[in-house]
């Protein structure tokens, strides 16, 4: 199993938009892809430097395969459906592979 990673850190001044758009549209069609069996969003406790407010969204999936899939025939669509954002957030993405479960 494997966790794609999404950290990002939003201004404060689009975060309440920003937050709808991730839970109402961006982590539903990400979903959709098939690609991902569940999200987790969770929001980071510890306070940045730069300020903003920072979110991790966990995305499993079944292998790395897929989730090379996922980079072929939809990363680049459903990132730019955050445009309405650009320059005001930061994201920072990484892949996990899953070693154990208790």
């Known amino acids: 199993m494997i966790i794609y990673n999404v950290t990002i850190n939003v201004q404060e ?3 309440d938009k920003w937050l709808k758009w991730m839970q109402e549209e961006h982590i ?6 098939k690609k991902f069996t569940k999200a987790l969003m969770t929001k ?3 306070q940045e430097p730069m300020g903003g407010i920072t979110y991790s ?3 499993t999936t079944e ?3 897929m989730l090379e899939k996922y980079y072929e025939e939809n990363a680049e669509e459903l990132r730019s459906k955050s445009k309405a954002f650009d320059g005001k957030f930061v994201a920072f993405r990484t892949e996990l592979e899953v070693i154990t479960e208790q």
Request: glycine share 0%; net charge neutral; hydrophobic share 50%.
């Open 13 to 15: 001044t689009i975060h």
């Open 28 to 33: 539903p069609d990400m979903l959709a892809t």
């Open 44 to 46: 980071v406790l510890v």
């Open 57 to 59: 969204v966990q995305y």
């Open 63 to 65: 292998s790395k395969a």
